[in-house]
């Protein structure tokens, strides 16, 4: 009995066994088939064995493809991102909002001041007050450098939240210190474009001087007058277009009156020129018609006169209104005429005493 | 036997692991570690990542550090400046454990945030002792030559290094810079008045600037305008003296027979006067009219 009890119990063992061996073989088999990983292309990783990076320098980095490490705690795949653009928006400098309002278009409502506590903003050169906000797009460029040097916490984990920070902070930083140096007035509109790349230059310097192993892309900076001043500052664009446009009027005025001028000029001169030439043919004319009846005039001056005399009377005649002939009285006695002056226009008789 | 095999394998891998557990340790990338005996600190750094021997616990233990840029900032706080005014101000460090085995026995257990109030306290005192010594101009000036910011984050690291060398922290600053600055409530709306009076005074200048140029751009326009007419009547009055000194050559054919020439003109005047609106009387003396003398005509009864 006890026999057949303990092979039973053997035969069981043995085949529980049997599980046991798949079972761990089939562990073995998973365990080292989840080594396997895939880096993508937007990416580097590294790979811990027992916490030292596997290679030196530049072959501590596998680039994209599928690649295998031993399980964790041997081995650990640190992955970081290369080429992928970060983006950080500073901290400081703007007013006191929620991403919500941001998206939904509103705004808390501004107070009469600003608490330094609540609202940030930044000062300007010539002491005004303005809001600034600057969103810095970046990439790691020395992946080694940005993981392995910096760290966001006391996790000691691997990963870009401490670059990431020191972005951050260089792109406040860089706010503060760029508004210091540059006038309202350059910043909001003169100048706007130089105090975008004075603001980057300054980060640039920043993440050179910290060591950062990253390269930034673009800063793009967002500034506005404080809201409690919005209007006022509205007004000085206004009038500042208005000025503009009262130049350009008074500009546009100026060429209507020179181009007035100068066409009244030429035809001042064109009048001119017309008269003299019809002056000179006229005398012209009159010369070489003098020079026809000179040996006319010679040769008879008093018949030459009173044949040109007749000719023109009968033009005048002609071209004469009225013409009233009045002959001798029989008797001889002289006639009295007296006229109505300021007569009527032509079409009435006037009174002659006869 | 085959499953004492088995068994013994098994046993001997689990106190392989346990023997490793209890005798070694892992020093990571990144990572420093510190080893006391008995409780006191080692005299060693122990940062290369490796895996390393130890006797286990009580004998030994293992602090681990990470020895990489940590960001720190402080609290945004009011400092007086040497010429009385106030500033508000927050800075940010990038600070590092850089020598563990001497920052592990300052702080209990070699905790950060311990560290982190030490390096707050150390970086209220620099702050207060630097801004204490310039003015409001060093921090904003239209002349960015003044501009003395970069120094006082300089001033600022500098002290803090020096407390910490002093005290022998093991803790280095790596950078510091300003993160935030501001001015006291009271002072932004004093600022928000000027800043409202000088955006009035650009208006007003903007008004009445504008009508002063347009006024000058005009009239200078209206000057030149009248320069060009007179330009032109003078150079019309030049032509006309042209025409009549170009007449003037053909004048003296006239002169060979002034009499003709005066009849000439008297004729022309004659027939020019009487052109229009006019009305002669005659008498039978006048020709063509003295043809009517001694004609028959309604000659009144004798």
């Not at chain 2, 027939?271 to 001694?294: A, G």
């Amino acid at each position: 009995m006890q026999d057949a009890g303990s092979q039973a119990l053997s035969e069981a063992l043995r085949s529980s066994f049997v599980i046991v061996k798949i079972a761990m073989v089939g562990l073995i088999f998973a365990i080292l088939g989840a080594g396997f990983f895939t880096v993508g292309p937007q990416e580097k990783a590294v790979v811990l064995r027992f916490g030292k990076p596997i290679g030196e320098g530049q072959k501590m980095l596998l680039g994209a493809g599928l690649h295998w490490s031993l399980p964790y705690p041997v081995d650990e795949v640190v992955r970081i991102p290369i080429a992928e653009i970060q983006k950080v928006t500073s901290t400081i400098g703007w007013y006191a909002t929620t991403p919500e309002m941001e998206l939904a278009g509103t705004e808390p409502p501004p107070g009469p001041s600003l608490n330094p506590m609540i609202d940030g903003y930044v000062i300007t050169a010539d002491r005004n007050i303005i809001h600034a906000r600057t969103t810095v797009s970046y990439h790691i460029d020395d992946p080694r450098t940005a993981i392995f040097n910096f760290t966001s916490g006391t996790n000691h984990g691997f990963n870009i939240g401490g670059v990431s920070n020191a972005v951050l902070n260089a792109a406040n930083n860089a706010l503060i210190l760029t508004a210091a140096r540059f006038n309202v007035d350059d910043i909001l509109t003169r100048n706007f474009a130089g105090f975008q790349d004075a603001i980057q230059q300054r980060v640039d310097q920043l993440v050179e001087q910290e060591h950062l192993g990253v390269s930034i892309d673009q800063c793009q900076v967002e500034c506005i007058p404080p809201r409690q001043l919005k209007d006022i500052f509205a007004q000085v664009i206004t009038a500042r277009q208005n000025y503009d446009k009262l130049i350009n009027d008074a500009q546009s005025k100026t060429n209507q009156i020179l181009n007035e001028a100068s066409a009244q000029a030429t035809s001042i001169t064109n009048a001119a020129e017309s008269t003299r030439i019809r002056f000179v043919t006229g005398v012209e004319s009159d010369a070489e018609a003098f020079t026809k009846l000179l040996p006319r005039y010679k040769a008879d001056p008093r018949l030459f006169a009173q044949m040109e005399l007749a000719k023109a009377m009968t033009r005048i005649l002609t071209n004469v209104q009225e013409k009233m002939f009045l002959p001798e009285r029989a008797d001889g006695k002289p006639r009295e005429l007296r006229l109505l002056l300021n007569r009527e226009p032509p079409g009435q008789k006037s009174g002659a005493n006869p | 036997m085959k499953k004492n095999l088995i068994t013994i394998i098994i046993a001997a891998v689990l106190v392989v692991i346990f023997a490793l557990l209890l005798f070694t340790f892992q020093v990571r990338q990144s990572e420093v570690a510190v080893l006391t005996t008995f409780g006191k600190p080692g005299d060693k750094n122990i940062d290369r990542p490796s895996l390393y021997f130890k006797w286990p616990w009580p004998i030994q233990k293992v602090y681990r550090f990470d020895e990489r840029v940590q960001n720190f900032e402080d609290k945004y706080s009011e400092n007086y400046l040497a010429d009385g005014s106030i500033v508000v101000s927050s800075v940010y460090v990038g600070w590092r454990i850089s020598d563990a085995k001497e920052f592990f026995p300052k702080f209990t257990d070699g905790s950060v945030s311990a560290a982190q109030l030490q390096l707050e306290a150390m970086l209220r005192s620099a702050k207060a002792a630097v801004i204490g010594n310039h003015n409001l101009s060093d921090f904003v000036n239209v002349d960015s030559s003044k501009l003395k910011l970069e120094q006082i984050e300089d001033e600022i690291k500098t002290t803090v290094q020096k407390e910490l060398a002093a005290q022998n922290y093991g803790m280095s600053i790596e950078f510091l810079g300003i993160k935030k600055l501001g001015l006291p409530e009271s002072v932004t709306q004093t600022v928000f008045d000027r800043m409202k009076s000088e955006r009035q005074k650009y208006i007003s200048e903007a008004q009445y600037q504008g009508e002063a140029e347009a006024t000058k751009i005009k009239s200078a326009a209206e000057r030149q305008a009248a320069d060009i007419t007179a330009n032109a009547q003078a150079a019309a009055t030049r032509i006309q003296g042209e025409g009549v000194a170009e007449a003037a050559k053909t004048l003296t054919t006239f002169q060979e027979n002034p009499e003709l020439a005066v009849f000439q003109l008297q004729l022309e005047a004659l027939k020019n006067s009487l052109n229009q609106k006019s009305t002669l009387i005659f008498d039978e003396r006048t020709p063509p009219f003295s043809l009517f003398q001694n004609l028959p005509t309604n000659a009144p009864a004798k």
